[in-house]
């Protein structure tokens, strides 16, 4: 995508908008294991392997995909409540943050850039994976699938994530880690950076229109300086205000949030 590669050579950053699941905790096997309990409890047939190349996308994105049309409008909401209530009550208590995720929030934050969430999971889940992850002080901007109409690969959400920012999309960067995330950020217009671990491929993750790629958030923040974030921070490029603030900043990250 030669556009994005374009953009992300020029302009400072302003902020960096993160994908949760896969990106910073270590879920979707667990997410995949919920679906196909939840389709097959409903009498459909999913294998492992397709459901998890699924995860990513929103409910209403992936229920479609193992459930046929003529029935989808009887049980998806039945369906979608059953694998809520299960992945809270089974998966969510296995969830656990990837290495160094805090650290690299930090290091944002020390290089002036803000930090939004962008998630298709339900604001409560969301809660549950800043806990995991250790972050729920350190975020500025939240968006679940609750602030948005369509979920991923649709780019709902990350437009409500850069209007709550007040940015527009060339001053903010997108991290995720599944080909969904890359082509909703791409539809609203934002650069994208891939990370592994996650279990996506990295030929599909750049195919559907990842910059660069990492391994996981450890590896963003070891190789932060020359990462195409790195050289344009406001750090890096001289624009910190004494104190190390961003221009523009709010001084209280807890006022800019919504969500769950």
């Known amino acids: 995508m030669q556009h994005a590669e374009e953009a992300a050579m020029s ?6 908008i993160f994908d ?6 270590d879920s979707v096997d667990l997410h995949a294991h919920a679906w ?9 047939h999913a294998e492992f392997d397709a459901v998890r190349s699924q995860i990513g996308k929103g409910g209403d994105q992936l229920m479609p995909v193992f459930v046929p049309e003529k029935d989808l409008d009887r049980i998806e909401d039945e369906l979608d409540h059953f694998r809520h209530e299960l992945f809270a009550r089974k998966y969510m208590p296995k969830v656990r943050g990837f290495r160094r995720v805090r650290g690299l929030f930090q290091h944002l ?11 298709s999971a339900k604001g409560d889940e969301l809660e549950c994976y800043k806990r ?3 972050i729920t002080d350190l975020v500025d901007v939240e968006t679940s699938s609750d ?9 709902d959400i990350f437009e409500a ?3 709550r920012l007040g ?3 060339e001053e903010a960067v997108v991290v995720g880690d599944s080909p969904w995330d890359a082509k909703a950020a791409g539809r609203a217009g934002l650069t994208v950076v891939g990370v592994l671990c996650g279990g996506f491929a990295e030929q599909d993750l750049r195919k559907a229109g990842c910059a660069e790629i990492f391994r996981d958030p450890e590896d963003l923040q070891r190789r932060f300086a020359t990462s195409l974030i790195g050289k344009r921070s406001p750090r890096a490029m001289g624009l910190l205000q004494p104190g190390g603030s961003q221009p523009g900043r709010p001084s209280a990250r807890g006022a800019s949030r919504i969500g769950a």
């Open 36 to 44: 196909v309990e939840a389709i097959r409890h409903f009498g459909y």
């Open 161 to 163: 994530a850069l209007e």
């Open 20 to 25: 949760v699941d896969g990106t910073l905790v």
């Open 132 to 134: 995991a992850a250790e």
């Open 109 to 119: 934050h020390a290089e002036g850039l803000r930090i939004a969430l962008a998630s």
């Open 167 to 169: 940015l527009p999309a």
């Open 147 to 155: 602030d948005a109409e369509r979920s991923k690969p649709h780019p």
């Open 11 to 16: 302009g400072v950053l302003k902020a960096v």
